[in-house]
């Protein structure tokens, strides 16, 4: 579904990916770990069109991405979740999921399926956006993303800032979504969770693919989890 080949990029003079490839079938859930700074969140940046690649390719179901607006890349089926989550605090939650569908002919899930997904979304559909925890609030990110009938998903760091509590609750949600067929890359520092959900993994390490191999395989490698994660 998703292939990235060979994918460079920079900020200013800072060259931060160095010849990434990388791919993700329908159906799968696969991450991306490392330490800070490693060119994680600027993978998710490009695929997004957020950040134009310097080069490389990416292509999503054989088309390529480059030189497409975020909107359009949008539009085409991939959605974001960003590490900052993007609610608008001034909107109702109701209001705030009835933005991906304005002027659409075709949206993604109706609201009772989202309510059904995310009761506490339902709880708390007339506060706003500001009257949320923080995991109210990352529910409401992905739950506009499922509105916009995205086919990938992308999720940077869903479990950054999360009550233990709430970052368990998050990765249910996330096992839900890929029982539902929803194909997810994710971003996410929280290993423990990642392995819990993933299918496989690739480990960036200044700007490359240090790493890639299945969840079980990654999980019986000490070395590996050692020297590119300190775990």
């Not at 002027?103 to 009772?112: I, K, N, P």
């Not at 009938?149 to 509590?165: H, I, K, M, N, W």
Request: hydrophobic share 40%.
């Amino acid at each position: 579904m998703l292939l990235i080949e060979g994918l460079e990029a920079s900020y200013d003079e800072s060259r931060v990916l160095r010849g990434v490839s990388l791919h993700v079938a329908r159906g799968e859930l696969v991450t991306l770990l490392g330490r800070n700074g490693m060119g994680k969140t600027t993978t998710i940046k490009c695929v997004s069109g957020l950040l134009a690649p310097t080069g490389g390719t990416i292509r999503f179901q054989g088309t390529s991405l480059l030189g497409l607006k975020p909107h359009e890349i949008a539009a085409r089926g991939i959605g974001l979740v960003p590490e900052d989550r993007r609610v608008f605090a001034s909107l109702t939650v109701l209001e705030n999921l009835k933005i991906p569908t304005l002027g659409r002919a075709r949206g993604g899930w109706d609201l009772d399926k989202v309510f059904t997904f995310f009761p506490r979304l339902r709880e708390r559909r007339n506060h706003k956006g500001s009257e949320l925890s923080g995991g109210e609030q990352q529910m409401l990110a992905i739950a506009r993303v499922l509105r916009m009938r995205a086919e990938l998903v992308l999720l940077d760091e869903p479990s950054e800032g999360l009550a233990p509590l709430l970052v368990r609750e998050i990765v249910n949600i996330i096992s839900e979504m890929k029982r539902e067929g929803i194909t997810i890359l994710l971003v996410e520092q929280n290993t423990a969770c990642a392995c819990r959900v993933a299918d496989r993994h690739y480990i960036l390490s200044h700007g490359e693919v240090a790493y890639s191999g299945t969840n079980e395989e990654f999980l019986a490698n000490d070395e590996v989890k050692k020297a590119h994660l300190g775990i």
